[in-house]
């Protein structure tokens, strides 16, 4: 009927990497509960790879549990412009090229087949690193919706790529080695503390060129929704926010539903039955991410003799392409018989099912985004060991600015001593207490933020508030957010962010 508002009906659309297929499906569980119509776009190469993962025959809908639930979320496959068998991985700037100039077109086209869904698409939720997402959007007259799934931080670094640049942080030959100071909302941060993209002397690689045309894209949008938690980037967001709608509201981790869905894009490993074994608080979980392509096999080396040395018991994920190398073996010769009983290696596990075991004391971690919010959740402190993009970013978080956990090296490279002295004092109870009893705040924190009267849970309802004006907006109707106009700026109060945060 003309002048009524019509229900909700979201595009989904997350980069096809594991760290951004995850919270995208959290997301949508929780858009669905409340009521919003779904469509989850995986390219066809991430749906062969969680079918194989699963060992499914059938091409199974990973969403076919949800709708027995009752929530109506549909599931779609695209092609990312490669054939099934290109490698991903070992051609990742071709690839990569590919969702910049190829991926769109796809995407558009699929769109455009939903133009007649039941009930209409009236929004596009896509991830911030696509550079074609508010084109889409204004072009098919949906709302268009960022979904960044990294900290407030680091896309406040990107958004304000201008004044690094205009203050020789960025793309200079000064390149500047003096705090930084000017970024709003930031504070102050090193320059060995931006992502490895903003450190680095080549400046038009392909990822560059992703983060070029992003954050002037994202700019365009109607909406920023961010998988953080405003009390932990207070300022951050504040700034952020008055320059456009932007949300925290997370954390969204793998548990946020008991729904389960299949994302993993690996063949899983459960480790329950051998940390059962352990004592509470004696294991030490070791994971370099779904994307490390770049440890060295020296650096892999020196971690497995310092592993070796501390004594400690520890689940070690080492995936078969995790070296920057071919050499298929990269583990020291008689590593493994020197380390049964009290080291389980395996290629890959559901990391949340891992960390909320009791047995469970530390986490050696990359610093991802993901890692960092599963290891707050489940109070479990880090020793960081950051490789690439935003993880020096977010180790800033994690080391400096929360104190819950604590730096591996700051070298290029690595030794076994460091790796066995960092291991011994983050798994000592004693010596790592005050990390431990700071993440326990922390945690408090994040959880308190979902829930019905935190942060994080008004913010999302403010978030559909403002997709559902945009919708009467763009129809024609008269539109409100809580009374208030849409241009409305959320002012935070005045607070210490020391004492809130911890």
């Known amino acids: 009927m003309a002048g009524t508002p019509r229900k909700p009906h979201a595009i989904m659309i997350p980069y096809p990497y594991q760290g951004h297929i995850n919270p995208f499906v959290s997301l949508a569980m929780k858009l669905a509960a409340q009521g919003f119509t779904i469509t989850f776009v995986n390219t066809q190469s991430v749906h062969c790879r969680i079918s194989r993962a699963q060992k499914w025959i059938d091409g199974s809908d990973i969403f076919a549990g949800a709708r027995d639930s009752g929530l109506d979320i549909r599931y779609a496959t695209v092609s990312d412009g490669f054939p099934l068998g290109f490698d991903r991985s070992l051609n990742h700037d071709q690839f990569v090229e590919g969702l910049i100039h190829v ?123 961010c998988n953080t938690v405003r009390e932990l980037e207070y300022n951050t967001l504040a700034a952020l926010h008055r320059k456009q709608p932007t949300y925290a509201i997370g954390p969204i981790v793998s548990d946020f539903t008991n729904q389960t869905v299949a994302t993993s894009l690996w063949s899983e490993t459960d480790c329950t039955p051998w940390l059962n074994e352990k004592p509470n608080g004696s294991v030490l979980y070791v994971s370099f991410g779904s994307h490390a392509h770049t440890t060295s096999k020296e650096d892999i080396w020196e971690i497995a003799h310092g592993l070796a040395l501390s004594g400690v018991n520890f689940v070690w994920v080492v995936r078969p392409d995790i070296v920057n190398s071919n050499d298929a073996k990269f583990l020291p010769v008689g590593f493994e018989n020197s380390i049964k009983g009290r080291g389980l290696i395996v290629r890959w596990c559901s990391q949340m099912k891992v960390m909320s075991h009791p047995a469970i004391g530390g986490f050696m971690s990359h610093c991802g985004w993901n890692s960092v919010l599963e290891s707050i959740w489940c109070k479990v402190p880090l020793i960081c060991f950051p490789l690439f993009t935003d993880q020096f970013t977010n180790r800033k ?65 403010l978030f559909i508030e403002n997709v559902k004006a945009q919708m009467n907006k763009k129809d024609g109707l008269a539109f409100e957010v809580r009374g208030e106009p849409l241009n409305h700026v959320w002012a935070p109060p005045a607070v210490n962010l020391r004492e809130q945060t911890i």
């Open 397 to 461: 978080l994690v080391v400096n600015d929360w104190k819950i956990g604590i730096n591996l090296c700051d070298r290029p490279s690595i030794t076994r001593e460091e790796v066995k002295d960092k291991v011994k004092y983050l798994m000592s109870g004693q010596t790592s207490e005050e990390l431990r009893n700071t993440i326990k705040k922390v945690s408090s924190t994040m959880k308190n933020a979902l829930m019905s009267s935190g942060s994080s849970e008004e913010n999302f309802h």
């Open 103 to 225: 991926f769109s077109a796809h995407v558009d086209e699929l769109v455009a087949n939903l133009a007649d869904s039941d009930p209409p698409v009236t929004c596009l939720i896509a991830d911030t690193f696509y550079v074609w997402a508010s084109a889409i959007a204004e072009k098919h007259n949906l709302v268009s919706v960022s979904f960044w799934t990294e900290p407030a931080l680091v896309l406040s670094l990107y958004y304000h790529l201008d004044l690094l640049k205009e203050n020789g942080h960025f793309g200079s030959q000064e390149k500047r080695q003096d705090i930084i100071d000017y970024i709003p909302g930031v504070g102050t941060i090193k320059p060995t503390d931006l992502t490895s993209y903003l450190q680095a002397d080549e400046i038009w690689t392909v990822v560059h060129r992703v983060i070029y045309r992003a954050f002037e894209d994202v700019k365009k949008a109607d909406i920023i929704i």
